[in-house]
């Protein structure tokens, strides 16, 4: 690979043309007759011959048809060939141009398949992946891929020339309100990203997050597509988190740390997350397991994700399946304080289209598991911030990597629970309670979703869905597995169905749904009604 320039045809007139390889389109390609005996016949001829396509001295029109006719039988003849078989051809050489800033070496990494075609179609459908890769990368305005004929000598191939235009204004940013899963309700979120000051395909942002009940993140990052010859992406960020879960679970919650993705793929994913995170109740009404869950700890975990998604939608899937499966490992840093704990979650979701109105069946299940790691781990609690909870303002066909939302919950809306404190205040509710969260969570879901009888609501995409829902949340830690049984399990599993509207954007799917609670407990926070929700692809 190289930056210069692509070399001439530099074919003697009297040379055999290849007839795999069609030539450019070129006017000075037409012979004329030159006149020995008459100078001006010959100086005339040599100016038609260095005429230039468009220029006042072009060649007659029908020296123009007859170039263009030849032209076309070529390019004919091609297509017919590749549409019977392939075409034998290689790259010769990758001409990289326009890159006044951006590392040649990080252009080059994105076109390595380029190379290892060995026909015609193979190089097409490689160009047009390269094309995605290097727009993906996020530092330029445009690019443009063009296919030429090799050199002469080498008859079968191809030099494929890439010219970048890199972005004109680096700097961008965004501010818009979101409802995410773990939030009880919705955010402001504004950040700011700075693209390739290096010349390394480097991004720069920062972002600044602030909920309407007091939960608030600043964090900064950086991204970098190739660090030291490395195969994957390597992200850093750090950040400082701060959530409230007063009206929950009686505590706060607060993270300095810093998160590193060390390995990323199509299907696979490693990060390493260090973090300092302090537990604190200001309202002192927490329940006894809750105070015994407060102070200081220092979260060292590695994190590695498999995910699978072969479905044609994230927002309304109508057909393909989904698998994700994440495990993380706690303590691996030397400190007494270190958090050692095992998590385990799966996501399976299945879509099944019916044939009519663009109607499909969707079926998840999904569970996890997380218990401490030493000696007597059984015997001992589960942190409290890896605990499970289920509920929440969102949508389970959105939300794919473990089990989180019921319909018609509220955000930890089931579960273990356990009273708080009691004070004499006249202001405290005396009825309330802790929800404790569980080591042990499933949930399954069915949604039957179909187009509305109505053109404008089929244009916009708008459409209704059937749904019904189950899950539960279960203790096994501080020797509770004792008293665990399937069967106590499924009995006391949660269940809603349901009927609702769907409207998907390009950003978000928003559902306005009625919601009828089939079975809860005393404590869980469900209600049968109009529910509005508001859910991202994940």
């Not at 001295?57 to 039988?73: C, G, M, V």
């Not at 537990?279 to 220092?298: A, C, E, F, K, Y």
């Not at 042990?440 to 829902?469: M, Q, Y």
């Not at 599993?493 to 009625?514: A, C, D, I, K």
Request: hydrophobic fraction near 35%; charge should be neutral; aromatic fraction near 10%.
């Amino acid at each position: 690979m190289s930056n210069r320039e692509p070399k001439p045809d530099s074919t003697p007139p009297n040379s055999k043309p290849d007839p795999e390889r069609p030539k450019p389109f070129k006017t000075n390609d037409i012979e004329e007759e030159e006149d020995e005996d008459d100078d001006n016949d010959l100086e005339d001829d040599e100016n038609q011959n260095d005429d230039v396509f468009g220029e006042p001295n072009s060649p007659k029109p029908q020296a123009r048809e007859a170039r263009y006719r030849a032209e076309k039988l070529k390019m004919d003849s091609l297509l017919q060939r590749m549409q019977s078989g392939p075409v034998s051809l290689r790259v010769h050489d990758v001409i990289i141009k326009g890159n006044t800033k951006t590392k040649d070496h990080i252009i080059e990494a994105e076109t390595e398949e380029l190379k290892s075609v060995s026909s015609m179609q193979e190089l097409l459908k490689a160009s047009q992946l390269v094309n995605l890769r290097l727009q993906a990368l996020e530092v330029f305005d445009s690019v443009k891929i063009t296919l030429d004929s090799g050199p002469p000598e080498l008859p079968g191939t191809a030099n494929v020339i890439i010219e970048v235009v890199e972005t004109a204004n680096p700097l961008s940013g965004q501010i818009g309100a979101y409802t995410k899963a773990e939030a009880r309700s919705s955010t402001v979120e504004g950040s700011l990203k700075y693209k390739n000051p290096f010349g390394y395909g480097d991004l720069w942002d920062g972002s600044l997050a602030y909920g309407c009940d007091h939960s608030a993140e600043v964090s900064a990052g950086v991204y970098l597509p190739r660090f030291k010859g490395l195969v994957s992406p390597v992200t850093a960020r750090a950040y400082l988190l701060s959530q409230d879960w007063l009206k929950f679970s009686s505590y706060k919650e607060r993270s300095l740390g810093l998160s590193l993705g060390l390995f990323s793929t199509t299907h696979h994913d490693v990060a390493y997350n260090l973090a300092w995170r302090m537990v604190t109740d200001p309202s002192q009404m927490s329940s006894r397991s809750i105070r015994r869950q407060l102070g200081h700890n220092l979260l060292s975990s590695l994190k590695y994700t498999f995910k699978f998604d072969r479905r044609n939608s994230t927002l309304r899937p109508t057909r393909g399946y989904a698998f994700v499966s994440t495990t993380q490992i706690g303590g691996l840093a030397p400190d007494s304080r270190s958090l050692r704990f095992l998590r385990q979650e799966f996501d399976l979701r299945y879509a099944v289209p019916l044939g009519f109105y663009r109607a499909a069946l969707n079926f998840g299940i999904s569970g996890g598991v997380v218990f401490p790691l030493g000696n007597g781990f059984l015997s001992r609690p589960s942190s409290l911030p890896e605990r499970f909870f289920l509920g929440g303002n969102m949508s389970p066909v959105c939300t794919v990597g473990g089990p989180t939302a019921l319909w018609g919950f509220k955000t930890r809306g089931l579960g273990p629970t356990e009273p708080r404190r009691k004070v004499n205040d006249e202001n405290t509710d005396p009825s309330g309670v802790d929800f404790l969260g569980g080591d042990l969570a499933v949930t399954a879901l069915a949604d039957l979703s179909f187009d509305l009888p109505f053109r404008w609501f089929r244009e916009k995409g708008i459409h209704a869905h059937v749904f019904a829902c189950t899950g539960n949340v279960a203790k096994l830690t501080e020797n509770e597995y004792r008293n665990f049984s399937v069967q106590k399990f499924v009995d006391s599993l949660r269940s809603s169905v349901g009927v609702g509207l769907v409207v998907p954007t390009s950003l978000f799917r928003m559902e306005l749904n009625y919601c009828y609670i089939l079975r809860k407990f005393d404590h869980d926070r469900a209600k049968t009604g109009f529910w509005l929700t508001f859910s991202g692809a994940s």
